[in-house]
């Protein structure tokens, strides 16, 4: 069976991905409502940090077999 | 009332991780064939993965929110859960009784006192922690539909429900492989989706040592102020944190509660199940990186009126357990809110199946086969595995909606566990290191413990005796009343057990070879490079414990 890094790296990959998404979203598109710390985009550079580190979590265990 | 708004995109990112739990589940079946794999994961897990499941099985969400509250009404004391109270008693577990655990290749706790003393003691731990399982298990999903239904608006039934059928989809397909697949998903979804809460804390306030500037000295240290009750937020002698929950609790919780030692009974060779609480331990040791500092950031926020951050209120009385939600709700833009939602709710559905992994474990093997039918078939146990998890299910929405029409079973939690692990602890304690511990002075010396423990906290609660009896100190705090009434049935069931020991019949002990220090030759480490023995890395986490103690002491 697949080891278990490799659906952590995956729904990291996923979820990542869809924040990183958000964040230019609201980029470009800036909400009425603000949060506190909003104009350091919190959603772009985490949603990276999740996306790399899924990166590397699937790319290492992807032809694993356990 | 309601703190937190969801968009689209957040309700897509909680879509996600149900389909991919149940997925897992899924995918996860066809590699459980045999009683084994769905009870023990097929004894084939690295450290790193027994390791991570060790600690989130403890790591729900209701431990979250209610920890980051008590940090408000406590402060720093809280930390003291973490630190003193968590890291002596694993790396114990894996230096000095897990070898006995694991080698003598039992499937629970109670089995090895089966094997150390005798069937009743065996059966009643086995009674006694299903109960107890069944009972955290439904307050635990009761707490998280309230929560649900107090910061999102969600439905009471429709959360408690889903939830609980989702855990159930997973843990009957798959028992304890997907209940570990999804402990460790959920780790590190809890990472990624709150520890942001307390990096953008400390960008806004300043740093670290700002934030602690800002509160007063009850509330920013550990033990400065522990020698006079009065004068620290949990109103606790440091005697009462080291004996009460720094040696009973903690050793009673992490060395005897087959809901974590579970985890690494799972783990592939006897040097793997050292190193699972082991491992753990650093990461529990981070962990109030997260919960503690975000109480912190939550006080220093409140006392700053220009802020414009206040916890929230339920008739008057301020809601603690508000606390992480609404620091969530004042940093996480949408997707983001997504993630610390889905880290919770990941915490919540993770402490709901290792209840019910480790209740269907104890039942089939230490109750239903043990008691009912001896003679069972391996394919008859599996069977009996996954109807036991439904069963478990059914009875812990049952105690969900039992707890819903007398919310005040919530204080009870902390008490639970005292009435429980602390006992058990001077029994596992005295049956692994002396030989001459007899079946009938641990089983009633086990049996003595619990009923004085259950019988202070009565005493207490009903105003019996007055409490500063229990915990010679002046001043009141039901934290420090658990703490010392823990003590209290530890030191009763020790001393009991020994006393009828001196009097009744002792087991042989060419059979107590494997599960008596002493009895048992330990040469674990023999063939191992220092730096690869658990006793390398147990050193390293004990420093640490101390270093972090002294930087906050």
């Known amino acids: ?66 | 009332m309601q703190a937190i708004g969801l968009t689209i995109i957040d309700w897509i990112i909680i879509l996600i991780y149900f389909a991919f739990v149940l997925g897992i589940g899924w995918y996860l079946k066809k590699f459980t064939r045999s009683g084994e794999d769905f009870f023990l994961a097929g004894r084939k897990n690295s450290s790193w993965v027994a390791g991570l499941a060790f600690l989130s099985a403890n790591l729900g969400a209701l431990e979250l929110l209610g920890m980051t509250g008590n940090t408000f009404k406590y402060g720093m004391y809280v930390a003291h859960f973490y630190w003193i109270g968590a890291i002596p008693a694993m790396v114990f577990l894996g230096i000095y009784m897990m070898p006995f655990y694991y080698s003598s290749r039992i499937k629970s706790i109670p089995g090895y006192l089966k094997l150390r003393f005798d069937e009743k003691t065996r059966v009643l731990n086995g009674i006694s922690f299903a109960v107890m399982t069944l009972l955290v298990s439904g307050i635990n999903l009761y707490a998280m539909a309230l929560v649900l239904h107090t910061f999102l608006g969600w439905n009471w039934d429709v959360s408690m429900w889903v939830s609980a059928l989702t855990v159930m989809g997973y843990v009957t397909l798959s028992g304890l492989m997907s209940a570990i697949f999804t402990e460790i998903i959920q780790f590190f979804l809890i990472w990624f989706g709150l520890f942001l809460v307390s990096i953008l804390g400390i960008i806004e306030l300043g740093s670290l040592d700002q934030i602690l500037n800002r509160l007063p000295e009850s509330m920013n240290t550990l033990w400065s102020t522990s020698s006079d009750p009065s004068k620290n937020g949990m109103l606790v002698h440091w005697a009462g944190i080291v004996l009460g929950l720094g040696f009973v609790l903690s050793f009673g919780y992490w060395t005897t509660d087959f809901l974590v030692v579970q985890r690494a009974f799972s783990a592939k060779d006897l040097r793997a199940a050292r190193m699972t609480p082991i491992l753990a331990s650093f990461f529990k040791m981070a962990l109030p990186f997260i919960v503690i500092l975000a109480g912190l950031i939550a006080i220093a926020l409140s006392n700053d009126p220009g802020s414009g951050f206040k916890l929230l209120e339920d008739g008057g009385r301020v809601n603690y357990d508000s606390a992480l939600p609404l620091l969530i709700a004042r940093y996480y833009p949408s997707g983001l809110v997504g993630l610390g939602i889905t880290a919770l709710l990941a915490g919540f559905m993770a402490g709901q199946a290792g209840n019910i992994s480790a209740f269907n474990t104890v039942w089939t093997y230490d109750i239903y086969k043990s008691v009912l039918n001896k003679n069972a078939s391996d394919s008859h146990l599996l069977w009996m595995g996954r109807a036991s998890t439904v069963v478990g299910v059914i009875i812990s929405l049952g105690t969900a909606y039992w707890a819903k029409s007398f919310p005040s079973i919530m204080d009870y939690m902390q008490a639970i566990f005292s009435w429980v692990n602390a006992p058990l602890f001077a029994t596992m304690l005295l049956g692994m290191f002396v030989w001459w511990i007899t079946p009938n002075g641990a089983f009633w010396g086990l049996v003595v413990g619990m009923v004085s423990s259950f019988l202070m906290w009565l005493g207490v609660k009903f105003h019996w005796f007055n409490e500063s009896i229990i915990t010679m100190s002046s001043v009141q705090s039901d934290m420090a009343a658990n703490f010392w009434r823990a003590w209290w049935a530890w030191l009763i069931c020790f001393a009991l057990t020994v006393l009828i020991s001196f009097f009744t019949k002792k087991k042989p002990k060419e059979e107590l070879a494997g599960l008596v220090k002493g009895l048992t030759e330990e040469k674990h480490d023999a063939h191992l490079p220092f730096v690869k023995r658990p006793v390398f890395y147990a050193a390293i986490s004990i420093i640490l414990l101390i270093v972090l103690n002294l930087l906050f002491w």
């Open chain 1, 1 to 66: 069976m697949k080891p278990i890094w490799y659906f952590v790296g995956l729904i990291m990959i996923v979820i990542g991905s869809l924040i990183f998404l958000t964040g230019i979203y609201l980029l470009l598109n800036p909400p009425a409502e603000k949060t506190v710390l909003s104009e350091i985009h919190p959603n772009l550079w985490w949603g990276i940090i999740m996306v790399l580190f899924g990166g590397i979590m699937f790319l290492k265990t992807r032809k694993q077999i356990v």
